[in-house]
């Protein structure tokens, strides 16, 4: 980025400020778009889009769709923004329908950044994923029900010129409240799928024991639209759950306490827990299931089993967010999740220099100098602050902002200039000059 251009993007960062946090493309144009769309748009009407950092925003932004690292809920990341670079994080996890995805990002004090936050739904027969749910700065936190059995993303990415740290969550809930009292998911006995009638059928939803008169409760406000008898399910309830499309099926009732048309909420007793109808020889027990409107039956144990536990925080230092470290040892693999047994994205040789972009339990979230980002284990890296070596330059050597042959220039060294071998990578030292700058020499210009 030119210096010329340097004033005009803060200028234009103010006057996105200046708009107030909660106007929309919606109230200017009358048409629904999210945070992020209406920061895009402002960026292509100031002409922003035109130059270096304005497009590599954009840029930013579709490749985070396309290339996402993969974690495991509950997740919980401590990360660094880079003013220098427009850049987006994207996380890939998977969710199964019925639970409830809760995402939240904390700011660090002191932090001044509008940040987007956008959930997505990702299809394997379409190239572009479907929009679920978004925040920025004005809440950073939101909450949605899963329909399908999906890999969903997450992208989050901060406003032009601007740094700090953020803390972000995900954890899954119940969308349904537990339709038994006094009882959570560890009193399932029986679960979706397993065989029934010597294999003629399969089980359509979830068995709950409990003792015989144990009050069964609504898992949703609705209202009752059958209350009878079958030889299969016995004393049976059916309550409709208007709100999330679907109908919710209680079976083997001992008693049945409610009547068709009646409005509940959730928690009131609907009936009592026995072992009615097929389930004559079995201990009592609840058969819970779940009908989607136009799929039918459902595995009901992820719409009411336990809310994911908090996730374990970063245990690694947090004075490295930010910072550049080098691998420490012989070698070292960088992965596509914080976990061993992930896929592999490439094996780093000894002193290669990465730049810390997040922190999650035991593991960083780093870039290469290439822009490569992914996994490693804290302890597979020292801080690049304290030098490998002292070089003196034998004559004049350009100084890159990236080690590549193309890159930008930052300054000429003159001729036995001292400088502080801090990483390599790719042919390129990433130095550090005696003023206190950073940047990369080939490796053939050293004494």
């Known amino acids: ?54 497009r590599d925003w954009l840029t930013a932004a579709d490749k985070a769709l ?28 998977a969710v199964r329908a019925g639970e409830t995805v809760r995402v939240s990002l904390a700011l660090a004090p002191g932090t001044q950044a509008h940040v987007f936050l956008d959930a997505f739904e990702l299809h394997p027969d379409r190239a572009a994923p479907t929009h679920l749910a978004s925040a920025d700065t004005t809440t950073l936190s939101f909450s949605y029900v899963v329909e399908d059995d999906r890999q969903h993303l997450l992208r989050v990415q901060p ?61 949703a406000a609705g209202y ?28 083997h009732l001992d008693r049945q306490l409610v009547q068709p048309g009646q409005q509940v909420r959730i928690g009131d007793t609907l009936g009592l827990v026995g072992n009615t109808g097929n389930a004559r020889t079995t201990q009592p027990h609840l058969h819970f299931g779940v009908y989607r409107a136009g799929r039918g039956a459902v595995d009901p144990y992820p719409f009411v089993r336990r809310a994911d536990a908090a996730p374990a925080a970063p245990r690694s230092l947090p004075a490295r967010l930010g910072q550049w470290v080098r691998v420490r040892d012989k070698a070292t693999d960088l992965r596509r999740s914080p976990a061993y047994k992930a896929g592999k994205l490439a094996s780093l040789p000894r002193h290669t220099a990465l730049y810390v ?27 690049a602050a304290e030098p490998l070596r002292r070089e003196t330059l034998p004559a004049v050597a350009n100084l890159f902002a990236l080690p590549q042959i193309n890159a930008p220039q930052l300054s000429s060294l003159p001729a036995r200039s001292t400088v502080a071998v801090l990483g390599e990578f790719a042919g390129y030292r990433l130095v550090r000059e005696s003023s206190g700058g950073l940047g990369w020499l080939p490796a053939g210009q050293k004494s």
């Open 159 to 219: 406003e032009l010129l601007r740094t700090g740290r953020y803390t972000l969550r995900i954890q899954r809930t119940p969308s349904l409240s537990f339709p038994v009292q006094g009882k959570n998911d560890v009193a399932v006995g029986s679960f979706w799928g397993a065989e029934r009638d010597q294999g003629a059928r399969l089980h359509e939803g979830i068995d709950i024991f409990a003792r015989r008169g144990t009050p069964v409760v609504a898992a």
């Open 1 to 54: 980025m030119s210096i010329s251009l340097r004033p005009a993007l803060y200028l234009f960062v103010f006057l996105l400020a200046a708009c107030g946090k909660q106007q929309t493309l919606q109230g200017i144009f009358h048409q629904p778009t999210t945070p992020h769309e209406t920061y895009a748009r402002r960026l292509r009407q100031a002409g922003l889009d035109g130059t270096a950092l304005g």
């Open 357 to 383: 972009l997040g922190a999650q339990a035991e593991w960083y979230r780093v870039e290469q100098p290439d822009g490569l980002v992914g996994y490693l284990p804290t302890r597979a890296v020292t801080l």
């Open 66 to 93: 396309r290339d996402s690292l993969v974690v495991t809920l509950p997740f919980e990341e401590t990360g660094y923004f880079r003013a220098e670079r427009a850049t987006a994080a994207s996380y890939r996890y």
């Open 224 to 251: 009752i639209t059958r209350v009878n008898e079958t030889p299969r399910g016995g004393k049976v309830v059916w309550l409709a759950d208007a709100a999330h499309g679907q109908h919710i099926y209680y079976a």
